[in-house]
């Protein structure tokens, strides 16, 4: 069975541009998060999806940060504008309805 | 939200039990405690998780204390693969599901 699966594991790009960081859950699994450590913190929770709906999204640091999960199955976190603050290792994970949740190897994000 | 607090590091004799605690004194009724762990660049592997009983499952022993403000997670055995940062993580369960992350204890395993 395949894990979850994330893409890209890296990405550099310019302050001021956009990136798409895309996540693929566990067939089956309708709970979907997202998490990430910025340098030096803790994991930090996100959002979470239950299937294509926003569960809770009161980790969203601010507007810049748009999450997506059409049709309920792999999900997309945008970042528009990057800023240098938002380096750091995006994880996401799924999960069955109250099982463990299981982690990607995550994407790292890297704002010059 | 509750908060866990961790040592930062341990070492272990390889073969001998690790044995880490975690402080979670504002743990409310109805929340999980989880324990993950992250191995070099991985991402974090689910271990072990409870309530207020105490666990076992293969990898690892999980004991929680009769107030629930506090648990340990032991590896019975340690190995050299048992190298990483082990995460102490309350996870809510109302509404969400939620983990909130402590900071991770780095345990060093010693041949």
């Known amino acids: 069975e395949a894990g979850v699966t994330q893409f890209p594991s890296h990405s550099v790009i310019e302050k001021g541009q956009t990136v798409t960081l895309r996540c693929d ?67 996401c994970a799924s999960s069955q309805v109250l099982g463990e949740a299981f982690f990607g190897q995550g994407t790292r994000l890297t704002v010059v | 939200d509750a908060k866990t607090t961790q040592p930062p590091s341990m070492d272990c004799a390889e073969g001998r039990a690790a044995n880490l605690p975690c402080n979670h004194s504002t ?27 105490n666990e076992t499952n293969e990898m690892a022993s999980l004991i929680i204390t009769e107030d629930r403000k506090s648990s340990t997670l032991i590896l019975p055995h340690a190995t050299l693969r048992d190298t990483a940062v082990y995460y102490c993580i309350v996870r809510v369960t109302s509404g969400t599901y939620k983990y909130i992350f402590g900071t991770g204890t780095r345990l060093k395993v010693l041949a």
């Open chain 1, 25 to 91: 859950p566990i067939s089956g699994h309708d709970n979907l998060y997202w998490y990430r450590r910025v340098m030096g913190k803790e994991i930090k929770f996100l959002l979470h999806f239950v299937k294509e709906s926003k569960q809770d999204e009161s980790g969203m640091p601010n507007n810049r940060f748009l999450a997506e999960r059409t049709g309920g199955t792999y999900s997309t976190l945008k970042v528009q504008p990057a800023e240098l603050e938002d380096s750091g290792v995006y994880f």
């Open chain 2, 27 to 53: 743990i409310s009724g109805n929340e999980y405690v989880y324990w993950y762990r992250q191995i070099h660049s991985q991402g974090p592997q689910y271990i072990i998780h409870g309530l207020k009983n």
